[in-house]
Nanobody, 123 residues
């Protein structure tokens, strides 16, 4: 049984920083991809950043790539999202996801999900 547990969300003013963490427990050795997806009310979850666990290759969407960094822990069963220069449009619930397939920005590729952590950025 795999569990993903996120932490690190909160409320900040525009320009501030937050660091999200996600730790996997259970049989996490088969993860090919770990990712962060964001959901806002009335919209589907969309990928913000992902990392291939085996070689560390990363991808961040253009709207965040100059401000956010995704990284993984040395054991490759944890993933982090460092968010700097936060903007109000970054507000949402951030979900950690992991999967055994190739990474993608859509939610359908992922096998495992965390419970979500809320990020609120005020102007």
């Amino acid at each position: 049984q795999v569990q993903l547990v996120e932490s690190g969300g909160g409320s900040v003013q525009a320009g501030g920083s937050l660091r999200l963490s996600c730790a996997a427990s259970g049989d996490s050795g088969n993860f090919a991809c770990m990712a962060w997806l964001r959901q806002v009310p009335g919209k589907e979850r969309n990928g913000v950043a992902f990392i291939y666990t085996r070689n560390g290759d990363t991808y961040l969407v253009p709207s965040v790539k100059d401000r956010f960094t995704i990284s993984q822990g040395s054991a490759k069963n944890s993933v982090y999202l460092q968010m700097n220069g936060l903007k109000p449009e970054d507000t949402g619930i951030y979900y950690c996801a992991a999967g055994t397939n190739l990474c993608a920005l859509g939610p359908g590729r992922f096998n495992y999900w965390g419970q979500g952590t809320r990020v609120n950025v005020s102007s």
